[in-house]
């Protein structure tokens, strides 16, 4: 059953838990007092090795309890905001609560921490849950029918049933719609994937376009993503799933689970308590946070590459919350794929974050200053900047092949690399 207006109890203690070596460790606790949101260690955890967000989550001198910020991130530590959706997931949940008459402004952080339960994205989870705010119905997935259903959410068209929509998508973060959903390994069936799931399913995440986007807005972005991994950038694994309007649904296998392992995912906005509302970091910052988390020159290319690609292939909405690590089963931090990867011009024309300073028009010499400045050596950056260009030349081939409109085809063309041709 589900949480009724007269079942909720706002929560003041989490237990933060999550899965090393195979088995479930508790982290630490969560409280919710007259200070703020505190948290603190448990003394058994081995954070020596697996520190689950090493440049924040820091005690202060003499004490073990770590208070959170007012801001950015209303009142809680980065990297268990990283925990919670942002964008269509907290539209959901904000209308579901306002439907069975609890308003958004009654709850904390802990209480939205709460109705993650074990759902959330990356590997922790916390305790005690509250009661579900939809019927756990395990439905048949009708990709199309949630895409129509998020757009009438969008619209704000009322009534609409959400209830679907939650249970297949209340905690990714991101503006656009999206539904966590198990794909058949040898076939097309696809079923609900926030849980566990069966022998020979993988975990997917599925994305919608928004009311604004092109009919074609996934097959670009699958475009991108053939691109980008031409031009040295590492993606997820990436599919169209067929639809009954335009090319297909955009997809991606999710990174933060490995079978049914699931792996701790940090945001740079988490990891830096840099909200990606508006612009607080660099790329610079990202390049320096990579090679300080990981300790590894080539993490730190990677990240370079990104910035490359997408100042050179006009992925502008690349903000904090766009870029993430990985910390592996021994403790050790890597990039995680690169992801919402597409044709953006960003908000006013913009990078999210700037290159050696320039957010409007960076070009080469800002991308060669920002790579000398994170000790990338000129060989590397020059090899970065020939295969992204020649991955951009190939963008009609790639268009192609995910099926984009002649029309966007034409149009990302232009600017990318200056043809008109039909």
């Not at 609890?102 to 709850?107: A, G, K, L, Q, S």
């Not at 690590?325 to 990078?351: N, R």
Request: aromatic share 8%; charged share 25%; proline share 5%.
């Amino acid at each position: 059953m589900f949480v009724t207006r007269g079942q909720f109890e706002p929560t003041r203690l989490l237990f933060v838990e999550m899965e090393l070596f195979g088995e479930l460790r508790l982290v630490g606790r969560l409280a919710r007092t007259e200070r703020g949101i505190l948290f603190e260690y448990d003394r058994d955890f081995p954070r020596a090795t697996h520190d689950i967000s090493p440049f924040r989550l820091q005690e202060p001198a003499g004490s073990t309890v770590i208070e959170a910020p007012r801001e950015p991130f209303d009142g809680l530590h980065g990297v268990f905001d990283d925990s919670l959706p942002d964008g269509w997931g907290r539209l959901l949940m904000d209308r579901k609560l306002m439907e069975i008459g609890i308003h958004p402004r009654e709850i904390s952080n802990l209480d939205r921490l709460a109705w993650i339960g074990n759902r959330g994205m990356g590997a922790l989870r916390y305790r005690p849950e509250h009661r579900s705010l939809v019927d756990e119905e395990d439905l048949p997935i009708d990709l199309d029918h949630l895409a129509a259903t998020s757009r009438r959410v969008l619209a704000g068209s009322a009534p609409v049933v959400i209830d679907e929509l939650l249970r297949v998508g209340g905690s990714p973060g991101g503006a656009r719609p999206k539904a966590l959903i198990g794909r058949e390994n040898d076939g097309d069936r696809l079923i609900h994937g926030m849980d566990d799931l069966p022998q020979g399913f993988s975990h997917w995440l599925v994305k919608f376009r928004s009311r604004d986007d092109s009919v074609d807005a996934g097959a670009v972005e699958y475009a991108y993503a053939l691109m980008a991994a031409e031009a040295g950038v590492e993606v997820p694994e990436t599919a169209l799933f067929s639809s009954s309007e335009g090319p297909g649904h955009f997809a991606i296998r999710r990174f933060d689970r490995q079978d049914d392992r699931r792996i701790h995912m940090h945001t740079l906005a988490g990891l830096l308590n840099a909200s990606q509302r508006w612009p607080t970091l660099t790329y610079e910052d990202f390049l320096k946070a990579a090679m300080a988390l990981t300790r590894d020159q080539r993490q730190v290319n990677q990240a370079f590459a990104r910035m490359v690609f997408n100042v050179l292939a006009w992925n502008r909405d690349d903000h904090t919350k766009n870029h993430a690590f990985l910390m592996l089963e021994d403790g050790k931090w890597v990039l995680s794929p690169a992801y919402d990867l597409t044709f953006s011009p960003g908000a006013g024309g913009e990078h999210a974050m700037t290159i050696a300073g320039e957010g409007a028009r960076p070009g080469e010499d800002h991308l060669r200053a920002s790579g000398r400045a994170a000790g990338i050596s000129q060989d590397i950056v020059t090899h970065c900047l020939e295969r992204t260009r020649e991955a951009l030349s190939r963008w009609r081939e790639f268009a192609s092949a995910a099926q984009v409109s002649p029309a966007s085809a034409t149009a990302i063309d232009r600017v990318l690399n200056g043809r008109a041709r039909s």
